[in-house]
């Protein structure tokens, strides 16, 4: 089984509906992100998590929320999904320093919304 | 704050040869820097990484970059391309904090 598992993998929606992508992991990790991944734009963090009471925006938190319920599970919410948010998302974990730059990556979830 | 650049969104090798991929950063504060790869249908996952200490880093899979810091660049080499490093590769910076920036990317594909 993968370290970082992230539900559901694919997932077809339309404008308006609320999304949650789930993420959870095995590596006992706290500090866990949620990155969104565009052609030609790299990857941009959205949501990080140091702890199960921390929670921080990144550069593009507008438009998402995130839950973190337990330290293995840190959830992703699109409350009125818009097409331009169809992407590949990413949920990730790490060690704290001086290995919190070494991320953990999922598979992904690839987000449509129509 | 931290950003790179990658110069070129893909490079085309023959297998055997020399794999060389550009990465120029910028950053206000003492970089950290990093590879990463990311296979067909696979999340990202770590080549290596500078942070202190030697400029020459060694990585997985062959590949090495080397920090410099006159150059503002940590370019990515392999001397001999195999098909299995056809990917996309991303460069990224950060500083003390570790919140990576990640560059746009570089696909790599190899031929035969």
């Known amino acids: 089984d993968a370290d970082v598992t992230q539900t559901p993998r694919n997932r077809i929606t339309k404008t308006g509906k609320r999304i949650m992508l789930e993420c959870s992991q095995t590596?006992?990790?706290?500090?866990m992100y949620w990155y969104r991944q565009d052609p030609g734009l790299g990857l941009r963090l959205i949501y990080y998590s140091f702890d199960v009471k921390d929670i921080n925006k990144g550069e593009i938190s507008d438009g998402y929320s995130v839950s973190r319920q337990a330290q293995a599970k840190f959830s992703l919410s699109l409350e009125s999904a818009i097409p331009n948010q169809t992407a590949l998302y990413f949920c990730a974990t790490s060690d704290p320093p001086p290995r919190a730059g070494e991320l953990f990556f999922g598979e992904g979830s690839r987000l449509t919304v129509l | 704050a931290q950003s790179v650049t990658q110069l070129g969104s893909h490079v085309s090798v023959s297998e055997g040869a020399l794999v060389l991929l550009r990465c120029n950063y910028s950053s206000s504060v003492p970089p950290y820097l990093f590879w990463y790869v990311q296979y067909p249908n696979q999340g990202l996952q770590l080549l290596l990484k500078y942070t202190t200490g030697a400029t020459l880093v060694k990585g997985i899979n062959g590949f090495e970059a080397e920090f410099k810091k006159s150059e503002t660049s940590f370019h990515l080499t392999k001397p001999s391309a195999h098909m299995s490093d056809a990917a996309e590769y991303f460069c990224a910076v950060s500083g003390s904090d570790y919140k990576l920036s990640f560059g746009a990317g570089t696909t790599v594909t190899v031929r035969a």
């Open positions: 590596k006992g990790h706290d500090r």
